[in-house]
């Protein structure tokens, strides 16, 4: 089965810290049947609230496979892992996974990502 990780991690980590933790979110997956499809670094955004007392996370959307019956265990590694403040899981249909899979997530000048959902008429 197909789902789709959007990960916030602590925002004091550095671009190689960051990478640990992708990397190790990564063996995760495989230690539960499953494959990174697809990882996307969203970048440090301000939440809309506090989270374990920071104001700011580091957001990463990780497109993957992992056997349906492995997910709950998934989740609880997530739960575990000390850098992680909030995780969502969510099942992709096959027409869900391919959009995803097409679609690129730009970086503009400023290093900002940036990616209309809804292009203009």
Known sequence: MSYQSVLILKPDLDETQIDQA?????????KNNGSCLKAEKWGKKRLS??????????YLNIYHTCDSLKVSSLEMEYKLYDLILKFLVIKLDDKELARAMERDYEEDSEGKKEKPLVEPF
């Not at 609230?49 to 580091?58: A, L, V």
């Open 49 to 58: 609230y506090r989270i374990k007392k920071s104001r700011f996370g580091y």
């Open 22 to 30: 992708l990397e190790k979110v990564t063996g995760f997956l495989t």
